[in-house]
């Protein structure tokens, strides 16, 4: 479009009768007078804000954008926002650069050991033109890896029933692919039970994954039903680890908040680097410690701060003491700390004159809290400068360094706990065999597979699997 111009002025001085001439003159000129007046108000909306700007202030601990050095980021060094250049291996959004550094080798998916089927793949004609192709004899692979459609199998048994003359009585052979009056194979069990108790999956969410992408029709109360047979089943398998626990060197205690039929319970967890024990019980004080606890504990206890585990008699313990640290960061953001407490907790970070610190008369109540709680545990606190294997903290060695109880309380989250006293000890067992196998190594569907296949066939369930060979 050919360029126009107006002579008319263009502002706030235009009247109707100056517009209407703008318009007479044609659509060129219409353009013209409207582009201008844009180009006009954004100039007058620049200077307003130049005008009136003020710098925001910086969020707390930050060093105002308008301070930073202005230094050079070809070097790999801060630019100026701050932000490391793309040769520091940060782009200039402040974002890592995705992949290894240069000279390292990448990650990849592996490829594949075993080749299920072969497919090949030739154009008829040219993708992009439509024309005829010239064959040659250069190819590519690639390799796709997926799930394929899931068709239940549904095995019909036909079971012979004969006479024995010793007996006197008809009998039959055992099937040992499904629990006596079962419709439910082994692996739809224990995949179920693994979702649920493994993994923290709802039980609707467990139907509608079977209903819908494993065509296999469940009822939420019939699978609940099964659950609690295979806790029955593998019970000495839930022996077998109280009994490892109450054995062990070095064992950690734990316990969170638990709902059995909207009542408050605890879910209690005592664990060491290759098991994970868990009952729920109504009480938080020393009647469930004493559950546990049948007898002395020859090992060393460590725990929290919290008074119900002095009721267990053991060999030595170890208090926790990021907790008591923890406790110190609390009364700092949330309290209101007398004078004197700052000179505390400069001590009690020191954690070197302990009984220096108890002898001091604070004034504080926040430290005369903590001192009841030092002067109690004093010989609990530094069992691991003697003791090697034993930790300074209750954390467990759990995999990623998470607590063995951690898992157990988003599992908490997502069910609202149990409805049922027989629910909360199905959830006990199964979640103590589940995180056990897990710590250990195993396949926790392939070992309950068998594990069920080897009780119906003998008579006798195997004992639990130890830790897995490393492979290599």
């Known amino acids: 479009m050919a360029t126009a111009t107006v002579d008319i002025p263009l502002g706030a001085t235009l009247?109707?009768?100056?517009?209407?001439?703008?318009?007479?003159?044609?659509?060129?000129?219409?353009?013209?007078?409207l582009l201008e007046l844009a180009q006009r108000l954004a100039r007058q909306k620049a200077a307003e804000a130049g005008a009136s700007h003020q710098t925001p202030a910086p969020p707390s601990g930050m060093t105002p954008p308008y301070l930073k050095p202005n230094t050079s980021s070809g070097d790999g060094k801060k630019s100026r926002d701050g932000k490391k250049s793309r040769d520091g291996k940060?782009?200039?959004?402040?974002?890592?650069?995705?992949?290894?550094?240069?000279?390292?080798?990448?990650?990849?998916r592996e490829k594949p050991a075993r080749i299920d089927r072969r497919v090949e793949h030739r154009a008829e004609v040219c993708p992009h033109c439509g024309g005829p192709l010239c064959r040659c004899s250069e190819t590519r692979t690639r390799y796709t890896e997926d799930i394929p459609e899931i068709q239940p199998v549904v095995s019909e048994h036909v079971i012979h029933r004969d006479w024995c003359p010793q007996c006197r009585k008809k009998v039959e052979p055992v099937v040992d692919e499904a629990l006596p009056g079962s419709t439910l194979g082994h692996r739809v069990l224990?995949?179920?039970?693994?979702?649920?108790?493994?993994?923290?999956?709802?039980?609707?969410?467990?139907?509608?994954?079977?209903?819908?992408?494993?065509?296999?029709?469940?009822s939420a109360g019939g699978l609940v039903r099964m659950w609690h047979r295979l806790a029955a089943i593998l019970y000495p398998w839930y022996e077998q680890l109280h009994r490892e626990a109450l054995a062990s060197a070095v064992l950690h205690g734990d316990e969170?908040?638990?709902?059995?039929?909207?009542?408050?319970?605890?879910?209690?967890?005592?664990?060491?680097?290759?098991?994970?024990y868990f009952m729920i019980d109504r009480s938080r004080g020393s009647p469930a410690l004493l559950t546990f606890f049948r007898e002395e504990f020859?090992?060393?206890?460590?725990?929290?701060?919290?008074?119900?585990?002095?009721?267990?008699?053991?060999?030595?313990?170890?208090?926790?003491?990021?907790?008591?640290?923890?406790?110190?960061?609390?009364?700092?953001?949330?309290?209101?700390?007398?004078?004197?407490?700052?000179?505390?907790?400069?001590?009690?970070?020191?954690?070197?004159?302990?009984q220096t610190l108890i002898d001091t008369p604070w004034e504080c109540a926040q430290a005369r809290r903590l001192i009841k709680r030092l002067r109690r545990?004093?010989?609990?606190?530094?069992?691991?400068?003697?003791?090697p294997a034993v930790p300074?903290?209750?954390?467990?060695?759990?995999?990623?360094?998470?607590?063995?109880?951690?898992?157990?309380?988003?599992?908490?989250?997502?069910?609202?706990g149990n409805r049922s006293p027989q629910g909360a000890d199905t959830q006990a067992i199964l979640m103590s065999i589940f995180f056990t196998l897990k710590k250990r190594g195993h396949n926790?569907?392939?070992?309950?597979?068998?594990?069920?296949?080897?009780?119906?066939?003998?008579?006798?369930?195997?004992?639990?699997?130890?830790?897995?060979?490393?492979?290599?």
């Open 15 to 33: 009247t109707e009768e100056q517009a209407r001439a703008i318009y007479a003159q044609g659509e060129a000129a219409v353009v013209f007078a």
């Open 90 to 108: 940060k782009s200039a959004g402040g974002k890592k650069k995705p992949g290894r550094k240069p000279g390292h080798a990448g990650a990849r």
């Open 190 to 218: 224990a995949l179920s039970a693994w979702l649920h108790y493994g993994l923290g999956n709802t039980l609707s969410q467990i139907v509608e994954v079977f209903n819908f992408h494993l065509h296999f029709q469940l």
């Open 256 to 276: 969170s908040g638990w709902r059995v039929n909207g009542q408050s319970h605890w879910l209690w967890c005592f664990a060491t680097g290759s098991l994970s």
């Open 298 to 354: 020859g090992g060393v206890l460590v725990s929290d701060f919290w008074g119900a585990y002095n009721a267990v008699v053991c060999a030595l313990r170890q208090t926790c003491l990021v907790h008591l640290l923890r406790d110190l960061e609390h009364v700092e953001k949330y309290k209101s700390p007398g004078s004197d407490w700052a000179a505390f907790a400069k001590q009690l970070r020191r954690l070197l004159r302990v």
């Open 377 to 387: 545990h004093q010989g609990d606190l530094f069992t691991f400068l003697d003791q």
């Open 392 to 416: 300074f903290d209750n954390n467990l060695a759990a995999p990623k360094g998470y607590p063995a109880i951690r898992p157990a309380v988003i599992i908490r989250k997502n069910s609202y």
């Open 444 to 472: 926790p569907i392939r070992v309950i597979h068998h594990a069920l296949k080897t009780s119906l066939a003998t008579g006798h369930l195997p004992p639990l699997p130890q830790m897995a060979a490393a492979d290599g």
